[in-house]
């Protein structure tokens, strides 16, 4: 629980690999996923730190990643 309100947040995901922290208590928004991730809003924030490393969108990592093959 948050040291603050009670508030409890989970960790999403969307098909980009970009991360998000949401209420617990809300549905979830259209394109997002759940990483299993819950808790204090400092407990979600770490996990995103540690887990989020590339910032670069998934399909912007793919494109590069086909350029260098392609040389």
Do not use: H, K
Not at 43 to 68: G, H, K
Request: net charge negative.
């Amino acid at each position: 629980m948050d040291q603050q309100d009670g508030a409890v947040f989970t960790v999403l995901v969307n098909d980009e690999e970009q991360y998000s922290l949401w209420d617990a208590g809300r549905p979830l928004p259209a394109g997002w996923r759940e990483t299993g991730a819950r808790g204090t809003r400092q407990e979600c924030l770490a996990y995103v730190d540690a887990t989020w490393t590339d910032l670069r969108p998934l399909s912007l990592r793919q494109r590069q990643a086909a350029r260098q093959a392609d040389r």
